[in-house]
């Protein structure tokens, strides 16, 4: 079953003051490495010192409250290839719809840019399952999987969502 996002969701332009919540977020995922978050803060930096820099973020806000972010860009060396580098949100307001309106905001604004595809990396252990099964979910196929990519047995999965199907 789809979810329905909160109508008072509201999906903008990542700014500098939603840094730490980005942070937050990031850190109570319970999945990701410190050197994964201290790159969330690396690459969300980067944004905003240069807004060229070829990474891109959105935040989804509930009221005041930061439930969610995403950071995409494109794929240097290539034509019309978009990384999906990060999606992430809030762990007590999972499986709300939140995850499904930022990555439609990514497609809407990949395909802006007159973008084909989003490439999105991730892992298959176990508590990346969630992950894959919502890139399965809102229309991405797994293009590649490499095994033992990222240690033994932590295999690297690659999700293509193609733009030129129908949403």
């Known amino acids: 079953m789809k979810a329905t996002p909160d109508p008072t969701l509201e999906v903008r332009l990542t700014r500098v003051e939603d ?38 973020f959105l935040s989804a806000h509930l009221g005041n409250t930061v439930v969610g972010f995403t950071c995409w860009g494109p794929t240097p060396l290539t034509e019309g290839a978009y990384d999906l580098y990060w999606i992430c949100t809030d762990r007590t307001k999972r499986r709300q719809g939140i995850a499904r309106a930022l990555f439609e905001h990514v497609e809407q604004e990949v395909r802006k840019e007159g973008g084909r595809l989003i490439a999105i990396w991730t892992s298959s252990t176990p508590p990346y399952a969630p992950a894959n099964d919502f890139y399965r979910r809102v229309g991405c196929d797994q293009a590649a999987r490499i095994a033992d990519f990222y240690r033994p047995g932590d295999d690297l999965v690659v999700w293509v969502r193609r733009l030129d199907r129908a949403s």
């Open 19 to 56: 840094r730490e919540a980005i942070g937050h977020l990031a850190r109570e995922a319970g999945i990701f490495t410190l050197e994964e978050i201290n790159t969330v803060f690396e690459l969300f930096d980067e944004a905003q010192s240069d807004p060229h820099c070829g990474y891109n």
